[in-house]
């Protein structure tokens, strides 16, 4: 076929499929594809046909493949997660191409992973447990703590806070929860649950501080404790209401519970001497924070919340380390082994790797699943042997 020939396609799909992506604006389309907005929109109302060339860009631009845009209509697809995000719907952003193919992407490699694992003869088991509302999220937390079987003295030992979030992530793992880090833009969304499906996801923003994808990666995980599939910025919840404010409470409530217990905290040197309420110094709370492998914000919310901090402190603080930058981590030279790991976690690669050695998959589907070169497949599948 020649690349030059107009094709014909269905217009609602390629309204779908650039909506799919966030892209409202038909002028982005256009000066992308090198066409006038006139002409894209007239292939969505049908009066025009693209030739090959330039369905072969919208396809790229869209983030779908080429076939999918040769569909008689739109296919039926999940709605996204709930929107639990606190900004005011005045001010709230809308989800952008980054964080709606992030969220395709995360639904695609939990399918994959199911089917992968019935494909390898490996049974999908979560050890997830359930939550209510109702239920105190200081309970369910030591509950939990209880079952991971990891002591304060252990979350202590830990080196560092990248330590604490790699250890975190592969105990929830060992739960039955892929847990992905991605590129989602940090003003917009800090992360995102998906509980529909046969084993759940967390996402946590790789664009975010050591400390905040801990925090993000509870606050995500009790969402999945709830069965409440949701997209969150973890931030102050005045401007939510009804079944929305509870579920950020509790989330946000959960999250510190677990990663600050109540008695850890209460009977910590620092804390049951009662020198401080209304005045904690910043070298203190940096001190405990760096125990616990959270941010300081956790730590003085967790003593407000616990009466040791007079919340009026807690207020005036939140507001000056909000207008803070954090540094996000170090650069350094890349390590592409380590970041697939990283961001998709043991059991993904794993099932992945699986199926490509007992030939269910080829070398081109694993390297696109996994979005890594080749080159890199001995160095992941040592990193995985290593890690038993």
């Given amino acids: ?44 109302l049908g009066e025009k046909k693209p030739t090959l060339i330039q369905l072969e860009k919208l396809a790229h631009i869209y983030k779908r493949p080429l076939a999918a845009l040769f569909l008689s209509s739109p296919p039926q697809e999940l709605p996204l997660p709930s929107d639990f995000r606190t900004l005011p719907d005045d ?48 309970d369910i937390a030591d509950k939990i703590r209880r079952q991971l079987g990891i002591s304060i003295q252990t979350q202590f030992n830990w080196q560092n806070e990248r330590d604490a979030f ?16 991605m590129t989602i833009p940090l003003k917009e969304v800090r992360g995102f649950s998906i509980v529909e499906g046969k084993i759940p996801v967390a996402v946590v923003s790789s664009s975010d501080t050591i400390n905040g994808r801990i925090f993000s990666l509870f606050h995500e995980y009790g969402h999945i404790l709830l069965n409440k599939s949701g997209i969150c ?3 102050d919840t005045d401007n939510l209401s009804g079944d929305s404010k509870k579920t950020e409470i ?4 959960f999250s510190g519970a677990f ?8 009977n910590h040197r620092l804390v049951n001497s009662g020198k401080y309420y209304s005045d904690w110094p910043d070298e203190i709370l940096n001190h405990l924070a760096r125990e616990f492998k ?5 730590i003085l919310r967790r003593l407000t919340i616990l009466r040791k901090a007079d919340l009026n402190l807690y207020k005036r603080k939140h507001e000056e380390w909000s207008k803070k930058e954090y540094p996000k981590g170090s650069g350094g ?25 007992k030939e269910k998959i080829t070398y081109k589907d694993m390297s696109d699943y996994l979005g890594i070169k080749l080159k890199h497949l001995s160095k992941i599948e040592q990193i995985i042997r290593d890690k038993g």
């Fill in 1 to 44: 076929m020649s690349k030059s020939l107009e094709v014909t396609v269905a217009p609602k799909v390629l309204e779908w499929a650039r909506k799919g992506v966030g892209m409202e604006d038909i002028d982005k389309v256009a000066k992308r594809v090198g066409a006038t907005p006139d002409i894209v929109r007239n292939w969505e």
């Fill in 91 to 138: 001010k709230k952003m809308p989800l952008t191409s980054k964080t709606l193919l992030a969220i395709r992407r995360a639904r695609r490699a939990q399918s994959l992973f199911v089917e992968l694992s019935d494909s390898i003869g490996n049974k999908v088991i979560t050890k997830i447990g359930l939550a209510n509302l109702s239920d105190s999220p200081e």
């Fill in 166 to 181: 790699d250890e975190w992530k592969e105990r929830l793992e060992n739960l039955g929860i892929l847990v992905f880090q």
């Fill in 233 to 235: 910025d973890m931030g």
């Fill in 250 to 253: 509790f989330c946000n409530y």
């Fill in 259 to 266: 990663l600050v217990p109540k008695e850890a905290l209460l």
């Fill in 294 to 298: 959270v941010s300081v914000q956790v």
């Fill in 333 to 357: 030279k890349r390590n592409p082994p380590k970041e697939c790991i990283r961001n998709n976690g043991i059991p993904f690669v794993s099932v992945v790797l699986d199926a490509q050695h």
